[in-house]
Nanobody, 123 residues
Framework: VQLQASGGGLVQAGGSLRLSCAAS????????MGWFRQAPGKERDFVAG????????YYADSVKGRFSISRDNAKNSVYLQMNSLKPEDTAVYYC?????????????????WGQGTLVTVSS
């Protein structure tokens, strides 16, 4: 599976962005997906995850109620809608794919990673 993230940019605090991740390969629908982010000098952290069917979603506490993950298996895509953005959301955001077994929160469970897209939130 090859992943291509897009949709990052510069936004003011309180604004919104929608990230997209396009996947290649016919087996996309068999993978659970996740979004992670990495701020300068920090670890890559879990943001949101979604099961292969889209029935289950998972969020980091820091983004609950503000971010929403979704997927469209017909389009081989996963999305991250980010609302009420804060300066501390500034980071490079990565999409990733993992087999359906394993914890959605654990980045070591993900086999495939996109190249990342930069989100900058100004105060």
């Amino acid at each position: 599976v090859q992943l291509q993230a897009s949709g990052g940019g510069l936004v003011q605090a309180g604004g919104s962005l929608r990230l997209s991740c396009a996947a290649s390969g016919r087996t996309f629908s068999s993978y659970a997906m996740g979004w992670f982010r990495q701020a300068p000098g920090k670890e890559r952290d879990f943001v949101a995850g979604i099961s292969w069917s889209g029935a289950l979603t998972y969020y980091a506490d820091s983004v609950k109620g503000r971010f929403s993950i979704s997927r469209d298996n017909a389009k081989n895509s996963v999305y991250l809608q980010m609302n009420s953005l804060k300066p501390e959301d500034t980071a490079v955001y990565y999409c990733a794919a993992r087999p359906s077994l394993g914890s959605p929160y654990d980045k070591t469970m993900y086999d495939y990673w996109g190249q990342g897209t930069l989100v900058t939130v100004s105060s």
